[in-house]
């Protein structure tokens, strides 16, 4: 791997400001996501950017603090969390492919019998969800989730945003759609509505940039949180959890955030995108504009410019 052993705080200091205030002047924004109605009322014009490096040290540009809806980046979180629970029991209901298919794909289930191709496609991301709720009531699997997050990010202020749920779980009727197919085949164990409220309300995550790139750190330094030393998953796992990102993180737009990003990264349509620079930093960009396929159009463009300034990629 061409990452170089030790970040160049300074220049690294420089680039996030600069492209900050770059990104925060680009008339090009997207187009902020509106089946979600909660979503629709967010101002195009955030930009924020958070890079945790390996000392701890934070770097931030723009509207890094401010809390958004994480939406599918909190998928990650629940996939660590699932994989903790069942381990590799959970491949019988999940898949390990990339989809080339949207993140609501209704059609790609169908052929595949009900078995999701990957957890981070939204049918994925429901039967995962199931796997966290059985044996537990809704509310104590949230609580879980919550708590993780606090965890993580070393950040107990971190909350859910109830209206945001609300508001999806009002309109989520294409998500009622996979998951109601998912459990005519067996594949989602508890009942629908259980595993939804909590798929819609984890998704409702309000984070900053600053607490999800913390949060994104233990994926960083191989399963380990580095301002505790201790391991939140083994080294193998984040090694594993880091390649879904970079096959399956960005849907039918993941092939494209690979070929100009370079890194594992997991984006979410409230615009936000987590992503990993193995042994060196934890990155998170908010810009609620999304591309075509459902991804932060200036996020990718922000950490296209970031991974090219740093010289980081994984691929050499
Ligand atoms: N809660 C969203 C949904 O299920 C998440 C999608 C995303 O962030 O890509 O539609």
Known sequence: MSIAATTDKSLLRTAVSDIAEVMAARPDRGTVA?????????????FGLCVVDADGEVFMGGDAEVPFSIQSISKVFTLTLALGMVGDRLWKRVGREPSGSAFNSIVQLEFEKGVPRNPFINAGAI?????????????????????????????????????????????????AALANYMKSFGIIENPVEYTLGVYFHHCALAMSCRQLAMAGRFLAYKGRNPSTGLFVVKPERARRINSLMMMCGHYD????????????????????????????????????????????????????????????????
């Open 253 to 316: 737009g993941s092939g494209e955030f690979a070929y100009r990003v370079g890194l594992p990264g997991k984006s979410g349509v409230g615009g936000g995108i987590l992503a990993i620079v193995p042994g060196q930093a934890s990155i998170a960009v908010w810009s609620p504009g999304l591309d075509a396929s459902g991804n932060s159009h200036l996020g990718r463009i922000a950490l296209e410019a970031l991974a090219t300034r740093m010289g980081w990629s994984v691929f050499g």
């Open 127 to 175: 039967a995962t969800t199931d796997v966290i709720l059985s044996g537990h009531k809704p509310k104590e699997a949230l609580g879980e989730i919550l708590r993780f997050m606090q965890f993580l990010a070393d950040d107990q202020t971190i909350h859910i945003d109830r209206e945001v749920a609300a508001s999806e779980q009002r309109t989520g009727f294409r998500n």
């Open 34 to 46: 509106s089946y979600i109605p909660e979503l629709a009322t967010v101002d195009p014009a955030r």
